[in-house]
């Protein structure tokens, strides 16, 4: 293992690497960090936590990218059988969290020092690559499409899909299943599993709504349209959220010099409705320029994904093509009710440390893609 996973660090691996990359991550980051600091400024400590998940993210990134991924491909089973071993634990020791309306989640791990890990974040990481090294392997002998490998490869996809509703996390559930369509798709499975799978859902709806669905989950999906049904309950944090947006008008009231900002009238501004704090202080401009750099990212990730020589590399930039871009969907959608609640934040801008150092990992593996594309 240790001659396999060797990390070679040199100036010329290095030069190797995408620039414009780094640098999108770079400008994304301090325009977040600026979000999270004017969000907190009445005495959160969520801005220092940002600080420090982010420097270790770096670190993490800038090793993980020297790393051939190809190397580490051969240790996929080990991989997946961690990170359902990691969740599992977390299901059965997992630190407990209730939160309003009914929201129970046993989805975080208490490290040394009280720091929350949510086992999760890191779960989609190693997820979206092993899965995209099995995807490869089936590619590679033809049988993409073969019935018994899709039994295989739908049990390895189930996994972390169960484990993540089971902890009562099912936003987290939800990104699996995007990061799972979004392989699936770009290795060819042929579309009628995708209607057949659709079909299926279909079916199974009544049943998810009346067994698989908690009553605020309910709630949630029946006031999204319509906040107002409900202000100052069900509604109240997605009302909030469209009221701070809205109030932002074309160019804002400034940077730290919100007044609903300060006083924290949306809920948990600064992670999961942190778009909240832009628009109101920053509006419309501030807003756009979320949108389009987010878009810059996804762009540059594909177009490190045509560059890749393999299907390793392709299948992984769009394993995290599929996290980056259903996260950022489901989190604007419900700041601005057109989506339910579910708990995910925006990539890179939200506060959330065991997410943002995952996040952060996910594109040091894009890198090493990108700098071993000629190797593979």
């Avoid at 190797?16 to 004017?38: E, N, P, R, T």
């Avoid at 969740?87 to 309306?101: D, E, H, P, W």
Wanted: hydrophobic share 50%; with cysteine; proline share 3%.
């Amino acid at each position: 293992m240790e001659r396999c996973l060797k990390i070679e660090i040199s100036y010329k691996t290095l030069k190797k690497c995408d620039k414009f990359l780094w640098l999108l991550i770079a400008m994304i980051s301090a325009y977040g960090f600026l979000l999270v600091s004017s969000a907190t400024r009445t005495g959160s400590r969520f801005f220092e936590s940002q600080i420090i998940s982010v420097f270790v993210g770096i670190i993490i990134a800038f090793i993980t990218q020297f790393i051939n991924p190809r190397n580490l491909s051969r240790y996929w089973v080990f991989i997946s059988i961690f990170c359902a071993g990691l969740m599992i634990y977390t299901l059965i020791f997992g630190s407990r969290v209730k939160g309003l309306a009914g929201v129970d989640a046993k989805a975080w791990i208490v490290l040394p020092g009280g720091f929350n890990f949510q086992s999760s974040e890191l779960a989609k990481i190693g997820f979206l690559f092993s899965f995209a090294k099995h995807l490869e392997s089936l590619k590679k002998k033809g049988k993409i499409n073969n019935i018994k490998s899709l039994v295989y490869f739908g049990m390895h996809a189930l996994i972390p899909v169960i484990l993540t509703h089971l902890q009562g996390d099912d936003g987290a559930a939800i990104i699996f299943i995007c990061i799972i369509l979004f392989e699936l798709f770009i290795a060819g499975l042929d579309a009628k599993f995708f209607l057949i799978g659709l079909a299926l859902f279909a079916i199974l709806i009544p049943i998810i709504w009346n067994f698989g669905l908690a009553p605020y989950q309910k709630n949630r999906i029946l006031n999204m349209m319509n906040p107002e049904a409900d202000p100052y309950g069900m509604g109240f944090q997605q009302l909030q959220g469209k009221i701070s947006i809205g109030s932002g008008g074309f160019l804002g009231s400034g940077l730290f010099k919100g007044t609903r900002v300060e006083r924290g009238n949306v809920p948990v501004q600064a992670s999961d409705f942190i778009f909240s704090v832009a628009g109101e202080e920053l509006g419309f401009v501030g807003c756009f320029l979320v949108i389009i750099l987010l878009l810059a990212l996804i762009f540059r990730i594909f177009f490190i994904a045509k560059s890749s020589k393999d299907y390793l590399g392709v299948f992984t930039c769009f394993g995290f093509i599929g996290l980056i871009a259903s996260q950022c969907i489901f989190n604007l959608g419900m700041c601005l009710s057109f989506l339910p609640v579910i708990g995910v934040i925006l990539p890179f801008f939200s506060a959330g440390g065991s997410s943002v150092i995952c996040y952060y990992l996910g594109i040091g593996l894009i890198q090493s893609i990108y700098i071993s594309r000629n190797k593979n």
